[in-house]
Structure formats: structure tokens, C-alpha cells
């Protein structure tokens, strides 16, 4: 439970960094490397979902990240160090999508507003 709670200022610091030791991070969150570890093992299994397929069964589908940053762990060629490599993973397709439906949006609107008003006739005004 103790590893658990320190997630979200693991999280936090990620998304400080592009790139950062595993001894730093260490440091930072007052923990030992091991325990480090295993707090980014279970960060990294939070962060990805089942995504349904649209097959058959309610399970069939492929693990997708839901997360805004995505990680992992790399051996730094120079120090020897390992590294834990950040990368943004805001997928541009659902920023798009959302994107192309506010302009549609906005296109109705101002057709709308471009329209000439329309005049409510009574068939009984109009039969005079």
C-alpha cells in the first residue's frame, strides 16, 4: 500500500523530466531502487487498459495506454547508468477527432447564424 500511494508523485516527476537516472529518481522519492522498480512496474500496469475489439467476446481485444506519458528503462552508453527514458504519449489521432468535430460544430453554427430568419405564416394569414 505504501508503494501505491507514491504514485502520483512518481507520475509527477516523469513528467518533469524527459530523461532521468534510476539513482536520482531514487533520491527524490526517498526510496531504494528495488522498491522503484516495482513502483514503476505498477505505475506502468495503471496506465493500460483492455480496448475492446468489437470482436465477439467482451475480452478480445489489445492492451492500449491511457496514460499522457509513457516510459521505459534504458542502460545509458557513456555512465553505465540506467536511465529512465520519458516520452509523451497524447495520441494526436483523439486530439484530431475532437478537433474535427468543433470545426464541424462551428461550420453549423454559422451557417445557422448566416441563414435568413424564418418567417412563421399562419395558413390563415396566408389565405387573405
Not at 513502483?39 to 483492455?50: E, S, W
Request: aromatic residues 8%; contains cysteine.
Amino acid at each position: 500500500v505504501g508503494g501505491i500511494s507514491q504514485l502520483p508523485l512518481l507520475k509527477q516527476y516523469l513528467l518533469l523530466y524527459s530523461s532521468i537516472s534510476l539513482p536520482k529518481l531514487a533520491g527524490l522519492l526517498e526510496t531504494d531502487e528495488g522498491a522503484l522498480r516495482t513502483a514503476l512496474a505498477a505505475l506502468k500496469k495503471n496506465n493500460h487498459c483492455l480496448q475492446w475489439d468489437g470482436g465477439r467476446y467482451m475480452t478480445s481485444g489489445s492492451f492500449t495506454s491511457v496514460a499522457d506519458i509513457d516510459f521505459y528503462i534504458d542502460v545509458d552508453p557513456a555512465s553505465g547508468n540506467e536511465l529512465v527514458i520519458v516520452s509523451d504519449n497524447i495520441t494526436t489521432r483523439h486530439q484530431a477527432e475532437l478537433l474535427s468535430r468543433h470545426i464541424l460544430k462551428f461550420q453549423e453554427i454559422v451557417r445557422d447564424l448566416e441563414m435568413p430568419p424564418k418567417l412563421a405564416v399562419d395558413k390563415a394569414q396566408a389565405t387573405y
